[in-house]
């Protein structure tokens, strides 16, 4: 088989953006904000499995943490998280637990 005859089981339009699908604690930008989420387009979990980013209670964020820590937009991540208070994932390299402890200590 060719290359241009193989096809893997992704269709090309796999991407659903969750402002549209509607999916709790995900927000459209507001306009002024001028492009604050093109950070978004650089992270690394973009091209990983979301899945690890969302553990189950008590699963490990080991995966999660590793790709982050080799992330150039890791400080944008984690700034937009403490900004907008995701209670939920991995963020610039922190769990939900490490993202309010840290805010509680720069209180």
């Excluded at 604050?36 to 387009?41: D, F, H, R, V």
């Excluded at 690890?52 to 999660?64: L, Q, W, Y």
Aim: negative net charge; proline residues 7%; charged residues 30%.
């Amino acid at each position: 088989m060719s290359a241009s005859q193989y096809r893997s089981g992704v269709p090309d339009n796999w991407f659903v953006d969750p402002v549209n699908l509607g999916v709790p604690g995900v927000r459209a930008p507001h306009p002024d904000e001028d492009n604050a989420l093109a950070w978004q387009s650089d992270a690394l979990c973009a091209q990983t499995d979301p899945e690890a980013f969302f553990p189950e209670k008590g699963g490990s964020t080991r995966d999660a943490k590793r790709i982050c820590s080799s992330c150039d937009v890791r400080a944008e991540c984690l700034e937009y998280a403490l900004q907008n208070d995701e209670r939920f994932g991995i963020w610039g390299g922190l769990s939900e637990r490490e993202r309010r402890k840290l805010k509680r200590q720069a209180s």
